[in-house]
Nanobody, 120 residues
C-alpha cells in the first residue's frame, strides 16, 4: 500500500514563507514525476508545480519566481518552498506522485492535503 503524507501548511502573513513536504511510503518500486496542486474554496484543483525524477521542474505562471519545487529521491520526498506569499495563494495543497509499486500497476497517488492560509 502506497501512501503520500503532506505537512508544513499553516497560517502566514502576506509576504511570508512556508515549506511543504510530501513523503511517499509503502511498497514503492519507482517514483516518476511528483507534483503539487492547490484548490481554493469553490474552485477547481490546479497545478502549482511538478518535478521529474531527474529534477526538472515545471511551474504554473502564477508562482514562477516565488515557489521552488525540489525532491530527495533517497527519502521519497518532495518539497515546495513558498516565498512572497499572497492571499490568492490560499488553499489546500495536495501532493501527487506517479508511482510504480510492488503490489499495483503504475498510477497516480494523492495525499490528503495541507491547508495554506495567507492573511493579515
Amino acid at each position: 500500500q502506497v501512501q503520500l503524507v503532506e505537512s508544513g501548511g499553516g497560517l502566514v502573513q502576506p509576504g511570508g514563507s512556508l515549506r511543504l513536504s510530501c513523503a511517499a511510503s509503502g511498497s514503492i518500486l519507482r517514483i516518476n514525476a511528483m507534483g503539487w496542486y492547490r484548490q481554493a474554496p469553490g474552485k477547481q484543483r490546479t497545478l502549482v508545480a511538478t518535478i521529474t525524477s531527474d529534477g526538472r521542474p515545471v511551474y504554473a505562471d502564477s508562482v514562477k519566481g516565488r515557489f521552488t519545487i525540489s525532491r530527495d529521491n533517497a527519502k521519497n520526498t518532495a518539497y515546495l518552498q513558498l516565498n512572497s506569499l499572497k492571499p490568492e495563494d490560499t488553499g489546500t495543497y495536495y501532493c501527487n506522485a506517479d508511482i510504480r509499486s510492488w503490489s499495483a500497476a503504475q498510477r497516480d497517488y494523492w495525499g490528503q492535503g495541507t491547508q495554506v492560509t495567507v492573511s493579515s
